[in-house]
């Protein structure tokens, strides 16, 4: 007998999972950690092994798209192992590989990743102007992502970029960033910013509701409803004037949960059933148990009967915390 499906206690058939690699990146993102950063000592990172092993549990028990995530991913030595070990199962179970990446070495390794059997990435990218992306990055690293980004299509991957919508730093950019992406041939979805983890910013300054965004840009071009689903939590429309499609991620102003397909993994192999929740299962505690198979079953198990119904995200004013106290960069982007 084949293993059960993935089906949470809301009826919610879980199919997509997000596995993070490592909580380490080369970019210091303001909205995302802090300049110093301490990151998790490398004794407590799931090994590659263990990491396969996980993904190919999961793909047994009915998820067919797998998301590499980080932190940076790229920057995890042995990453592309993973990723060939995995490309492997694509047409058996699995039907697609995919990772989000900043682009700063994308250029290196766009060509493997193909190969590898990837066909698409997301490359984050918040602004075209270097100084502003210095500022928010904490590191001019423009050009690299840029390149990577050429050499990404170059090699014939499909690339989706995610922007961040920030009040005050590059809401007036957004519609030049359309327009320069649809030229380019690339998707684009802006997100609204996440309450996730202290920051040594205050997020609410920045936090620009994507109503609003929507708004604006209805005044500049003509925006069209599209069914497409790409199997996250965006939603489209098609900007008639660059002929190109438009995403909306919307955590705060419109909650998406009712069809979550999706958990995630962090890179010392916890389970979080929900982005914007605290509720939890160890894997890692399974994976090194006497009886691994068992013990990864009962706790998948018990993370389907403890996904929420949906998240409770929240962003407040100046000296409030943050809705949740871990950052982006330990549950994986």
Same mark, same amino acid.
């Given at each position: 007998m084949s293993p059960a499906p993935l089906i949470d206690q809301? =009826?919610? *058939?879980i199919t997509y999972l997000r596995l993070s690699v490592t909580d380490r990146c080369d970019l210091r993102c303001t909205y995302c950690m802090p300049e110093r950063q301490r990151f998790l000592p490398k004794a407590e990172v799931l090994s590659l092994e263990e990491l396969h092993r996980l993904a190919l549990g999961f793909i047994a028990r009915g998820v067919t798209k797998i998301r590499l995530t980080g932190g940076e991913p790229l920057g995890r030595r042995d990453m592309i192992e993973l990723v060939q070990a995995l490309g492997r199962k694509l047409g058996d179970g699995l039907e697609e590989l995919t990772l989000t990446t900043n682009g700063t070495r994308l250029a290196e390794f766009a060509a493997p990743l193909f190969e590898a059997g990837v066909r698409r990435v997301n490359?984050? /990218?918040d602004t075209l102007d270097r100084d502003t992306f210095t500022r928010l990055a904490r590191r001019d690293q423009l050009p690299a992502v840029l390149e990577g980004i050429a050499a990404a *299509? @170059? @090699?014939g991957l499909a690339v989706k970029l995610n922007t961040v919508a920030l009040k005050g730093v590059n809401e007036d950019e957004i519609p030049a960033l359309i327009a320069w992406a649809? &030229? =380019? &041939? /690339?998707e684009l979805t802006l997100i609204e910013v996440m309450p996730l983890g202290e920051v040594e910013e205050d997020r609410f300054d920045h936090y620009l509701p994507l109503t609003t965004v929507r708004a604006a840009l209805e005044q500049r071009f003509t925006l069209t409803d599209d069914p497409h689903r790409s199997g996250g939590p965006a939603r489209y429309v098609r900007v008639a004037e660059t002929g190109g499609r438009l995403g909306f991620i919307t955590p705060l102003t419109s909650n998406f949960c009712d069809g979550c397909n999706r958990v995630r993994? %962090? %890179? %010392? &192999?916890q389970l979080y059933a929900c982005l914007g929740g605290t509720e939890q299962v160890d894997l890692r505690a399974a994976l090194r148990a006497p009886d691994p198979d068992t013990a990864l079953a009962e706790a998948l198990d018990t993370a389907m009967r403890i996904k929420p119904l949906r998240h409770h995200f929240r962003i407040d004013a100046a000296g409030q915390a943050p809705a949740l106290a871990r950052h982006m960069s330990v549950t994986g982007g």
């Open positions: 809301f =009826q919610r *058939r490359v984050s /990218l *299509r @170059a @090699a649809h &030229g =380019q &041939g /690339l993994i %962090t %890179t %010392t &192999g």
